[in-house]
């Protein structure tokens, strides 16, 4: 209807100056797109320029301003009712996009800017997003209407130029000349600096236009000695300024939104806070979408470190449990969880605050490192494994201030590279471990990590300070044959209990409390665990069935939202431990471990330490382990009972070896 308006109201300036003019047709898209997504690009005479001819310059440039200035100004009016009529709030439609299609973001002139800025204040920015069908048109009226004003050969701002310059001066070869070097440079420039298909198609078009004036007929005006007035150029002039500048759709006029659906934008949360002992402090989480739908969802948060109970972290928004519960945050319902945050009233090494987004289809954690200011100690929150052929051996850094002095170890596992003693500055301190050295440390369920060796440093003053930093890296292990994995027998006997899966990150609980239901009373097959999703388990295990968890990621034993213990996958043979993991320390002295593989495999010890193999263990294992059976073994400790005593258990395709170690103390045996 647009287009029929300028096209009519374009005849009747012509008429009015003389000349007799054609209608106009426009040209559109036959496919969507999202680089332009308005459908029509362009119009054109139904008459050749040539055959058309103007009695004056001024008629020439008159006739030609009608439909560029139309399309722009009709543009901008539909662009506004369109904004009006345009939800603060994305279409329901938008919930149920494929995932290979995504919405169109639009992008507006200076012009436009400025009108909708003043009218609608942020909104405008929000409803670009989802602008309906009006707007849209009125969008991509104006940018044909700024197109139409560009300089290109057939283009009505190529004879605008006419006009202006002359036609006479038009055809000169110099004039012609400058013109293509100008349009090269400009298309030299949009190829390298714009990857958007309609400005590269723009330039391209222009360049080889100018390049090929002969394709194009020129205007033909009466009387060419009659020139413009000062004042009508001057206002010309600066009406194509205006138009050109004001009208400049932008370097994107639209793009697609990839990410849309879900998610939240966590790029304004803190990575590190510092802290003394004794003080408290707040950290605003920023609640806002991600995407541009609205965004449904919970925060879990927990502390990680060798203090973790003498924390005291708290929100308004969330329950006793550590869970912040948000709805319906969109870009104009943004909201905040404020968390206060108590440290322990003695000195502490780096803590992990721990939060995880748990949103449908969308999840992901942010750490936020929690250091104490102006003290000596650890910068890092972890002991991290370092690489090393011969030991195993993990490092961390320190700084020493104040007073210089030696470090210490209370663990005969562990021992000190290199020199203990170290003066003020940043040292990085490596431990080498001995056999046993990673199942001597503390297991912290909860946190999924275990706590390395406490570090003493003496300071050459007196001062006395220990740490414990947690060691990366370090969760239990699932070995699992081929994918499959079945729940032993003795897992989570107590209650129903919840398993959680991912394939990467840190292990966490659903929010919810809840997963898809899985009855072990019956045969239930092999169910698959996706990423980040959930089941619940139920009934007395005497049901056939397994899950499909892959042979990488993490698994988590959850109480409802409480996460008990965390398991990391990896590819092996299916052999399970009642009560531990594989490599992983055993307390009990009595334990059951199941073979549920279809062969056989030998049972070997391996003794570890420095003390006798003898008199210090009394032993009942078997030397075999039949298939599909279980083993019942006892390891009792015996003789010197000042030993320190770790016992684990590996397994591979040449058997499973029971290890174990035996160290004197610090203080000797």
């Known amino acids: 209807m647009i287009i029929g308006i300028s096209s009519y109201i374009r005849k009747i300036v012509g008429n009015m100056n003389g000349v007799e003019v054609g209608h106009i047709v426009p040209l559109v898209f036959p496919f969507p797109s999202y680089s332009w997504p308005f459908g029509i690009i362009g119009s054109m005479g139904q008459k050749r320029i040539d055959l058309m001819p103007f009695p004056t310059r001024k008629s020439l440039a008159i006739v030609e301003l009608v439909v560029p200035l139309m399309l722009f100004i009709f543009g901008t009016i539909l662009a506004i009712i369109g904004f009006i009529n345009t939800s603060n709030f994305p279409p329901d439609m938008y919930n149920y996009l494929p995932e290979d299609e995504v919405p169109t973001i639009l992008g507006t002139n200076i012009i436009l800017n400025l009108?909708?800025?003043?009218?609608?204040?942020?909104?405008?920015?929000?409803?670009?997003?989802?602008?309906?069908?009006?707007?849209?048109?009125?969008?991509?009226?104006?940018?044909?209407?700024w197109g139409l004003?560009?300089?290109?050969?057939?283009?009505?701002?190529?004879?605008?130029?006419?006009?202006?310059?002359?036609?006479?001066?038009?055809?000169?070869?110099?004039?012609?000349?400058?013109?293509?070097?100008?349009?090269?440079?400009?298309?030299?420039?949009?190829?390298?600096?714009?990857?958007?298909?309609?400005?590269?198609?723009l330039a391209a078009i222009g360049a080889w236009q100018r390049f090929s004036p002969e394709n194009n007929p020129n205007p033909i005006v009466l009387d060419e000695h009659k020139k413009i007035s000062i004042s009508d150029r001057n206002?010309?002039?600066v009406v194509i300024i205006i138009a050109l500048i004001g009208g400049f759709p932008g370097h994107l006029p639209s793009y697609s939104l990839p990410e849309y659906q879900n998610g939240l934008d966590t790029q304004s949360w803190p990575k590190f806070i510092s802290m003394?002992?004794?003080?408290?402090?707040?950290?605003?989480?920023?609640?806002?979408?991600?995407?541009?739908?609205?965004?449904?969802?919970?925060?879990?948060?927990?502390i990680n470190g060798a203090l973790e109970k003498e924390w005291k972290i708290t929100s308004e928004k969330c329950n006793g449990i550590r869970i912040c519960n948000f709805s319906n945050v969109v870009e104009l319902n943004k909201q905040r969880i404020i968390l206060s945050i108590n440290s322990p009233a003695k000195s502490f090494s780096p803590h992990i605050l721990r939060v995880f987004i748990d949103v449908i289809d969308y999840q992901m954690e942010h750490e936020i490192e929690i250091r104490q200011r102006d003290v000596s100690g650890p910068i890092n929150s972890y002991w991290e494994f370092e690489q090393n052929l011969e030991n195993l051996k993990i490092c961390s850094e320190f700084r020493i201030i104040g007073s210089s002095g030696n470090f210490s170890l209370d663990s005969p596992y562990w021992l000190i590279e290199n020199s203990s003693?170290?003066?003020?500055?940043?040292?990085?301190?490596?431990?080498?471990?001995?056999?046993?050295?990673?199942?001597?440390?503390?297991?912290?369920?909860?946190?999924?990590?275990?706590?390395?060796?406490?570090?003493?440093?003496l300071g050459d003053n007196g001062e006395m300070i220990s740490w414990n930093l947690l060691l990366n890296n370090s969760r239990n292990k699932l070995q699992v044959f081929e994918g499959n994995w079945e729940i032993p027998s003795w897992f989570g006997m107590d209650s129903d209990y919840i398993i959680s899966h991912s394939d990467s990150g840190n292990a966490f609980c659903p929010s919810s409390g809840k997963g898809d239901q899985i009855d072990t009373n019956v045969n239930w097959g092999?169910?698959?665990?996706?990423?980040?999703?959930?089941?619940?388990?139920?009934?007395?295990?005497?049901?056939?069935?397994?899950?499909?968890?892959?042979?990488?990621?993490?698994?988590?034993?959850?109480?409802?939202?409480?996460?008990?213990?965390?398991?990391?996958?990896?590819?092996?043979?299916?052999?399970?431990?009642?009560?531990?993991?594989?490599?992983?320390?055993?307390?009990?002295?009595?334990?059951?471990?199941?073979?549920?593989?279809?062969?056989?495999?030998?049972?070997?010890?391996?003794?570890h330490g420095d003390s006798p193999e003898t008199d210090i263990w009394d032993l009942s294992i078997p030397n075999l382990a039949k298939n599909n059976s279980l083993i019942e073994m006892e390891i009792l400790p015996t003789g010197n009972f000042d030993?320190?005593?770790?016992?684990?258990?590996?397994?591979?395709?040449?058997?499973?070896?029971?290890?174990?170690?035996?160290?004197?103390?610090?203080q000797g045996c």
Not at 429 to 455: D, M, T
Not at 529 to 551: A, D, H, P, Q, V
Request: hydrophobic share 45%; net charge negative.
């Open 115 to 145: 009108i909708l800025e003043s009218w609608f204040g942020e909104e405008y920015i929000v409803r670009l997003q989802w602008l309906n069908l009006i707007g849209l048109a009125g969008v991509g009226l104006t940018i044909v209407g």
């Open 276 to 302: 003394d002992n004794n003080s408290s402090t707040e950290i605003v989480l920023e609640i806002e979408p991600l995407g541009i739908l609205p965004v449904n969802g919970s925060i879990i948060y927990q």
């Open 526 to 607: 092999v169910v698959e665990l996706m990423n980040y999703s959930s089941k619940l388990i139920t009934g007395n295990r005497t049901g056939n069935g397994s899950l499909s968890i892959g042979e990488t990621g993490w698994i988590a034993v959850c109480s409802g939202s409480e996460l008990l213990e965390v398991f990391d996958i990896i590819p092996g043979i299916d052999i399970s431990i009642e009560k531990g993991g594989i490599s992983e320390r055993i307390d009990e002295s009595i334990f059951l471990i199941e073979n549920r593989m279809e062969l056989d495999y030998t049972i070997s010890i391996e003794w």
């Open 421 to 457: 003693s170290r003066g003020i500055g940043v040292h990085e301190i490596c431990l080498i471990g001995y056999e046993g050295a990673i199942q001597s440390l503390e297991k912290i369920n909860n946190q999924s990590l275990k706590l390395g060796p406490k570090l003493d440093f």
């Open 643 to 666: 030993l320190e005593r770790v016992v684990w258990i590996t397994a591979d395709e040449r058997g499973i070896v029971v290890h174990l170690s035996a160290r004197c103390s610090n």
């Open 149 to 201: 004003l560009l300089p290109i050969p057939g283009f009505p701002g190529d004879r605008l130029l006419h006009s202006i310059i002359g036609p006479k001066e038009m055809r000169d070869g110099s004039i012609q000349t400058s013109i293509f070097i100008l349009m090269l440079g400009i298309m030299v420039i949009v190829f390298v600096s714009s990857n958007y298909t309609p400005w590269i198609f």
């Open 235 to 237: 206002r010309a002039i």
